[in-house]
Structures are given as structure tokens and as C-alpha cells.
């Protein structure tokens, strides 16, 4: 819902920020940092909306699998040599 120093100002280490926006559609999306490289760090994760009414698949139960690669290099040591080519 933004970008820290471009539409929002940054949310500070303990508070909360609720957001408030109109859902125009369902699926499953991905939520993920703009702040430094939080990103890379692992703050990302799913969000699944799921739709009011309508036709809906059965099941059991539904669970969200997020797939992502991983490295254990310090992020800024990653992005310092990815600067270097
Ligand atoms: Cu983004």
C-alpha cells in the first residue's frame, strides 16, 4: 500500500498501521517490504481474499504456500555485488 518516503512515511519498529482499501477482486496475492531490503530478508507473505459470494471451489481446507528462493549472503553484500556488473 505504498512506498516509504513516497506516499507514506515509514512505519516505525513497533507500530501499527492499519490500512483501509476496497477489495475489487478475490485470489491470492503477496504482500512484501519497499522498506530497504526487507524484502530480501523474508517480510513477505501471502494474502488469500476470498470471495463473498458466488461459485466457490469445495474443500477441506485451503492453505497458502509461498515459494521464493533464499540466500544466506547479507542482502546489502548481494546487492553491492549485483551493482558491480
Ligand atoms: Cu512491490
Redesign the pocket.
Known sequence: MG?PYVNNRPIEPGETKIFEFPIKQSGTYWF?S?SGLQ?QRGVYGPIVIVQREGERISSDHDEAIVLSDWIDENPNEVLRTLKMW
Open positions: 512506498f512484501h519497499h524484502e
